[in-house]
């Protein structure tokens, strides 16, 4: 997932590079950003399944080496659809992998199920973060292709030590024969949490597709821009797995609620803020809200689902939320386009509120307490 995650933080902070050396408008970076999403929910509700049947090793693999295959077309891209088909393979491969590591992470030690996921959250938001870095260091140094081959590199070693190793599979008679997760979407409790997670990607979708873009808008040094990136990483790395525990002992659901209300807030405030150092620090401080609260998302799902549905929930989740993500990306570059910055970031703090808002009326009171071994 770090490695994955590095892939997805270096072309992030490519796209004004993108855009001044292929000419490439905000609204084609915007589904550059956005097509990654897209192929990400049709894989994570379609293929990742199949983790909860047996297959949880191999789709790790596969997913790996699409990755790696996406992220080379990438490196060699010159133009808008041939970053959109190296996007494409990319989403693809992210989709396949995740929702098969989150199931083993999540099975393998119930008990400590919040402090896993946010491990995990940590190490992906770790590989992020050197994302940026890594553009940093290649691509003036030597070119635009240099950071996509050495993810690619990585990647492909990191799915190799995966091929390699012996994974537990669910039990055969523990395997579901439901192909896909969507049924679990009857389940208030599961809809409920999920609605307040996509409140996190409509957040990400904005800031990831914005972000450097306003930067270089507001004629910030080049470094500011990804020196942010790296910057809103930090607080994840080091309090991810605390968000985690946090969540589980007080309620992952209250907690997720609390920050991403706060974030509604946060987003909505850089429409209005025009001081690129400004934002960095309060953009710091949000990220260190946000590495406290929003890790209890997938453990408020993951208490909801079945121990033999796992892979499927966690790919129902990451597919709604990407699809999200993809939607708010496309969006992004449009309104800003178009309206401006105040537009764009106004709109999304009130979209991610309704979010919160419904998510929490569907789940009811019961899943909004305090767990009751938390006071014992």
């Known amino acids: 997932m770090g490695v994955l995650a590095a892939g997805y933080g270096v072309m992030f902070t490519m796209l004004d590079d993108w855009r001044t050396a292929y000419g ?8 550059i950003i956005a097509v990654g999403f897209f192929t990400s929910f049709v894989a994570q509700l379609t293929i990742a399944p199949y983790a909860d049947r047996g297959h949880a090793r191999k789709l790790m693999t596969v997913g790996m080496a699409a990755n790696a295959i996406g992220a080379l ?7 808008l659809p041939a970053f959109l088909l190296g996007r ?8 396949i992998a995740i929702p098969a590591i989150k199931r083993i992470v999540i099975v393998s030690d119930p008990e400590n199920m919040g402090g896993n996921l946010g491990r995990g959250v940590s190490i992906e938001v770790g590989g992020f973060a050197i994302g940026p870095v890594i553009a940093a260091l290649t691509v003036d140094s030597i070119n635009l292709a240099a950071p996509f081959i050495l993810i690619a590199v990585l990647i492909a070693i990191t799915g190799v ?9 669910t039990a055969i008679e523990d395997r579901t024969d439901e192909r896909f997760a969507i049924d679990l979407l009857k389940n208030r409790a599961v809809l409920g949490s ?16 914005l972000w450097v873009i306003i930067m270089d808008d507001l004629k910030a040094p080049h470094w500011v821009g990804n020196a942010g990136v790296a910057l809103f990483g930090l607080p994840w790395i080091f309090f991810g797995a605390l968000g985690g525990r946090i ?37 710091l401080t949000q990220s260190m809200v946000d590495s406290l609260t929003v890790t209890g998302i997938g453990v408020a799902v993951a208490q909801a689902t079945p121990p033999e549905r796992q892979a499927g929930a966690s790919g129902l989740l990451g597919g709604m939320q990407t699809l ?11 309104m800003y386009e178009h309206f401006g910055q105040k537009f764009a970031f106004t709109a999304t703090g ?11 009326f569907l789940v009811g009171k019961k899943w909004l307490q305090k767990p009751v071994l938390a006071t014992a």
């Open 350 to 360: 009130i979209a991610m509120a309704i979010l919160v808002a419904l998510g929490c």
């Open 161 to 169: 030590i995966i091929a390699r190793l012996s994974i537990a599979e």
């Open 73 to 79: 077309l990438m490196a060699f891209g010159a133009s």
């Open 324 to 334: 999200t993500g993809g939607v708010a990306a496309m969006f992004a570059g449009t």
């Open 247 to 283: 969540a589980q002992k007080h309620g992952p659901l209250r907690v997720s609620a609390f920050g991403l209300a706060l974030g509604s807030l946060y987003m909505t405030s850089y429409g209005f803020m025009t001081m690129p150092y400004f934002m960095l620090g309060v953009g």
């Open 88 to 95: 494409f393979i990319m989403g693809v491969g992210a989709g």
């Open 24 to 31: 490439i408008q905000e609204t084609g970076l915007s589904m």
């Open 194 to 209: 999920i609605l307040v997670g996509l409140a996190l990607f409509v957040m990400i979708g904005v800031y990831d597709s």
